[in-house]
Nanobody, 126 residues
Framework: QVQLVESGGGLVQAGGSLRLSCAAS????????MGWFRQAPGKEREFVAT????????YYADSVKGRFSISRDNAKNTVYLSMNSLKPEDTAVYYC???????????????????WGQGTQVTVSS
């Protein structure tokens, strides 16, 4: 199993930036795909971005493409989500997820991921 802990959320004005971090412990994180999802109040959890085990491949939701960037540092067992040009509609709880057992790429569905963090709140004010 793996334990995931997100950090870096907060309150930011529209147009601002934040960088989220997801620290993994337990099973070696360098062997599996990682993803970021988000859930706004009253809405379902949605896919944001994913990165393969080596960091060589990434995939983004259309809504964040060009503004968000996912990266990983396997030496630190950490995945990052850099968010620029933030909009009020980006407000949500952001979750880090690990695809421990599957192998499909890109993994866009919540059901493709086996481990989840507790989430970190991102609030973008207009």
């Amino acid at each position: 199993q793996v334990q995931l802990v997100e950090s870096g959320g907060g309150l930011v004005q529209a147009g601002g930036s934040l960088r989220l971090s997801c620290a993994a412990s337990g099973r070696t994180s360098s062997t599996y795909t990682m993803g970021w999802f988000r859930q706004a109040p009253g809405k379902e959890r949605e896919f944001v971005a994913t990165i393969n085990w080596s960091g060589g491949s990434t995939y983004y939701a259309d809504s964040v493409k060009g503004r968000f960037s996912i990266s990983r540092d396997n030496a630190k067992n950490t995945v990052y989500l850099s968010m620029n040009s933030l909009k009020p509609e980006d407000t949500a709880v952001y979750y880090c997820a690990a695809q421990l057992y599957g192998s499909g790429w890109p993994a866009l569905s919540r059901t493709s991921y086996d481990g989840w963090g507790q989430g970190t709140q991102v609030t973008v004010s207009s």
